[in-house]
C-alpha cells in the first residue's frame, strides 16, 4: 500500500511568491524532492496499462519503473493551467492604464470645449474655465481614488493561506482529488468572463465622454466598485485554482521530473500574463492598430479604434479558459492512491472500502521505516493537511505566528514595502499621465523585466551565497535612495520630452536618447532590485522552515510578504489623489489657453518616502540582521516531533489532537 505521507506544500500549500512575481530557479529542492512512494508512481501512470489498480506490475506486484515515464504531456498540461492562471492577473494589471487613459480623455475633452467658447467671448470663457478648472481637481481625486479601490483585487492571492486547507481536505475521490476543485473553478471563471465581458467595458465607461459636461460627471460614469468586484472575484477563483494545481502537480509528474513543477509555474503565469497584458494593450492601443496591425492583418482602417475592445478580449479568454476546462475533465483522469475509500473530507472519514480498518487506512499515509532511510531528506516528514484534519493545520499554522522569530519577520514584510510603493504601483501610471503610450509600457515587460528576473537570481546567488539578507538590504539600501531618483529623472523627462519641449534645452536627438535611457534605466534598476530582494526572501525562508510544516510555513511567511506589498498600494494611490492638484488654466481674448500653477503630488511624496526609507534602513537594520543570526530551532514548533511510529498512527487517529 502507499506509505509514505504527501505533505501540506505537495497539497495546495505553493510559496506565495508564485502569484504575481515568481522567479526561475527561487524555489529550493528541499521541497521539490519527495519519497519514492507507490502512490506517487501510480498517480504518475494514470494511463499506464501496465499497472494494477494498487500500482503494481500484473507479472511480479513490485512497483513499476518511474524513470521511463514520459512527462511531456503532463508539462503541457500544467502550462495550460498556469496560463489561464496568469491571464486575469494580466488583464487586472491592463485596468489601471485604461482607467488613466479615460481621464486624459476627459481631460482633452473639457480643454476642447473650453476653447470652443471661441474669441471675443472672454467673460464666458473665463466662467467656463472657473468651473473646469474644480471639475478638474475633483477628476484627479476620482482617479486616483479609483486606482486605490481597484488596487484590492488582488487580495485574494496575499490571503489564499486561509482556505488553502479547506482545497486541500474537501473533496471527491470519484472525481479526482484536484478536479473537485480546479474544473468547477474554471467552470466559474470561464463563465463569469464570457457572461461579464460587457459588464466591465460598461462599467468603466471607456467610451462615455462627457461632450459638454463636467469633468466630473464623465468620471462617475465609471463604476469602479464593480469592476473591482468582479476581478476581485477572478482572483479569488483563480488563487484556488493555484492551491489545487499546485498540489496535482507533484502527483502529476515523476519523480526525476517533479522538480520541473515550479518552472511550468513560472512560464505558464508569465505566458498568460503577457499574453492578457502586453498582447491586449498593445491591440487596444489605437496608433498601433492603425499604423500597424492593420495594414499586416489587411483589414480596412478605422480611425480611432483599437483592434480589439476591453470586452470583446476577455469575452475571447473567457472561452479560451472554458475549452480548455472541458477537455481536461473529459480526458484527463485523475488517480490518487494516497486517498482510500469514498469521499473524503479527513483522515477520520476515510475508512473505505474493501475492508480496509482504521489502522490500515490510517498506516497507508505513513512513511515505512525503510523508505525513511531511503530519503533522509527532513521535508519526508511534512504534513498534509488531509491526514491531520482541518482544525489541526490551523493549530500548528497559529503556533508558528506565536515564535518570536517569526513575529520579527512579519514585522520586516509588513513595514519594508512602503517607502516603494511610488514605484512600484504609481511611476508607470504616472508616465502614461505625461505622455508615455501604453503600448511602450506594455513592451517594456517582456524585454527588460523577463530577461533580468530569470538572470539575476542565478548571478546573486554567486554573490551572496549563504547571506540572503545581506543581499535583501544591499538591494533595499539601492532601492529606496538610487532607484527612486532615477524614477523621478524618467518622469521628469518624460513630461519634458513628450510635452513637446527639449530636455535641459538639448537638441531634439540628444533629448531623445536621454529620454529612452532613462526610461529603460529606470524599468532595468526596479526590475534588478525586485529579483534580488525575492530571491533573498526566498532563499532564507527555504533555510529557516520547520521542515515538519515547510510548504505551510512557507505560505505562511509569502502571506505575509505580499501583504507587505498589498496594502500601500491602495493607501499610496489614495495620498496621490488627496495632494495633487490640477494646475488653473484661462482663456485670453485671443483663445489661446493658458495654465499656471498646479502641484504634482508623486514627487513630494517620493521625497518623503524615500526619507522614510531611510529611516526604516536605520531602525531596521538591526533587526533584520538579528533575524539573520538566529539559530535554526528558534524557527521550529517542534509539532508533531515523536520517536515511534506508532505514536505517529495514535496522533493521526486523533485528528492531530
Known sequence: PPSAPHRMKRRGFSYMGDSSSSSIGTKPKTHLDVPRTTSSIIANNDNDADTNNNGTSPLNGSPPPMDDHDDRFNYALLLALYTLQGIPMGLSASIPFLIQQKVQMIAQSAAHHASAVGVGAAAEAAAHHASTSHS????????????????????????????????????SKRFGRRKSWLVPIQLIAGVLMVGGSDYVEQELGLDTVGSGGSATDAANSMNVRGVTLFFFTLYFLMATQDIAVDGWALTMLSKKNRGKGPICNSIGQNIGYFLSFVGFLALNDVDSSENLWRPLLRLPSKPGVGLVSLGGFVKFM???????????????????????????????NCNGSGGRSDTTDT????????????????????????????????????????????????????????????????????????????????????LIVLPLGIAVPIIATKIWKGHPLKQFMWAYKFRVTFVAFIDVLMLLAIRSFRGGGLILGWGEGASRAIFWSLLIASTAFQAI??????????TFFAHRVDPAIGGSYMTLLNTF?????????????????????????????????????????YFPLQMVLSTLGCMWIFFMSKRVQDVAELPDDAWRTHIGESEDGEEDVQEYKKGGK
Not at 488596487?151 to 485574494?156: D, E, R, V
Not at 494516497?338 to 477520520?348: A, M, Y
Request: aromatic letters at 10%; a negative charge; charged letters at 20%.
Open 136 to 171: 478638474l481637481a475633483d477628476l484627479t481625486k476620482i482617479a486616483y481614488n479609483a486606482q486605490a479601490i481597484f488596487a484590492l483585487c488582488s487580495w485574494p492571492f496575499s490571503l489564499k493561506l486561509l482556505w488553502a486547507p479547506i482545497v486541500d481536505a474537501c473533496f
Open 318 to 348: 473567457g472561452s479560451f479558459m472554458l475549452v480548455i476546462t472541458i477537455l481536461i475533465s473529459l480526458f484527463k483522469a485523475e488517480i490518487d492512491m494516497s486517498i482510500e475509500g469514498g469521499d473524503c473530507l479527513t483522515v477520520g
Open 363 to 446: 498506516e497507508t499515509l505513513l512513511p515505512k521505516k525503510k523508505q525513511q532511510q531511503d530519503d533522509d531528506d527532513d521535508d519526508d516528514n511534512e504534513i498534509d493537511a488531509y491526514e491531520i484534519g482541518i482544525m489541526e493545520t490551523y493549530h500548528r499554522l497559529w503556533a508558528v505566528v506565536k515564535l518570536p522569530a517569526v513575529q520579527s519577520m512579519i514585522m520586516i514584510l509588513l513595514t519594508y514595502r512602503l517607502p516603494c510603493a511610488l514605484s512600484d504601483n504609481v511611476k508607470f501610471l504616472k508616465a502614461v499621465e505625461f505622455g508615455l503610450s501604453k503600448q511602450t509600457t506594455a513592451m517594456l515587460s517582456p
Open 529 to 538: 532590485v525586485n529579483s534580488l530582494q525575492f530571491n533573498a526572501q526566498m
Open 561 to 601: 510578504a505580499n501583504l507587505g506589498g498589498t496594502w500601500p498600494s491602495s493607501f499610496i494611490m489614495y495620498l496621490i489623489g488627496q495632494f495633487t492638484v490640477p494646475p488653473e488654466c484661462t482663456v485670453g481674448d485671443d483663445g489661446v489657453e493658458v495654465c499656471t500653477g498646479g502641484k504634482d503630488a
